[in-house]
Every structure is written in structure tokens, then in C-alpha cells.
């Protein structure tokens, strides 16, 4: 089964996928075209694999009891090892990326 989805974009020359990170358990997104943001990706979507290493933050909604997060990976072969930095309990710990459930 997959653990990345491709996501349709507007404009033809983007191209991006998502998956659910098992530590954040929210949705992140991997631009491998576009934006001048590019990861590679061995178009595997059962067992992706991207570089370089993928680092995503927010700051939160403080309002909405939604808090900041870093989250700092390695994606290989279908798993997805957490760095250091990360600030979710599955830092320093390489587990599978869950299936596309949505």
C-alpha cells in the first residue's frame, strides 16, 4: 500500500506529495518539483524515498491549543528516521511510514 500521495497542483511545472508523519500526526507536504524547493524521490510510493533530509516547523496557534513543532527527518525506503531536533516523542527514532489513509 502507499505511504505517499500525489497531490494535484494548479500549475503543471509543481509537483508535490504528501504523507502522515507518525510523529506529528498531521499531513506534510514533499515539493520534488517547483518552488525552487527540490527534493529528490525515487517515485516509490510504497517505499519513498527523498533528499535531502525534510525539516518542517510551525509556530502554533497559541488561541486554538495548537502548539509549535520542529519536526527533522531522513525518508528512506518506506521509513522515516526522526532526528535530534524534532520536539514530538518519536525524536531519534526511525519507524515505517504509516499507509495513506486519506
Known amino acids: 500500500m502507499p505511504k505517499f500521495k500525489k497531490e494535484e497542483h ?14 506529528c500526526k498531521t499531513i506534510h507536504v514533499v ?15 510504497e517505499e519513498p524515498t527523498i533528499s535531502p533530509s525534510l525539516l518542517l516547523w ?12 520542529r519536526c527533522h527527518s531522513y525518508i528512506r ?3 522515516i528516521q526522526f532526528l535530534d531536533d524534532c520536539t514530538h516523542g518519536l ?11 486519506y
Not at 33 to 38: P, S
Not at 58 to 69: C, S
Not at 91 to 101: A, F, N, R, Y
Request: proline share 9%; aromatic share 14%.
Open 10 to 23: 494548479p500549475d503543471k511545472n509543481t509537483e508535490h506529495y504528501t504523507f502522515r508523519c507518525p510523529g
Open 31 to 45: 515539493y520534488v518539483k517547483g518552488f525552487n524547493i527540490n527534493w529528490s524521490f525515487n517515485g516509490d510510493l
Open 58 to 69: 510551525h509556530n502554533g496557534y497559541p488561541e486554538e491549543n495548537i502548539p509549535a513543532y
Open 77 to 79: 525506503n518506506g521509513m
Open 91 to 101: 525524536k531519534g527514532q526511525t519507524v515505517e511510514l504509516p499507509e495513506v489513509d
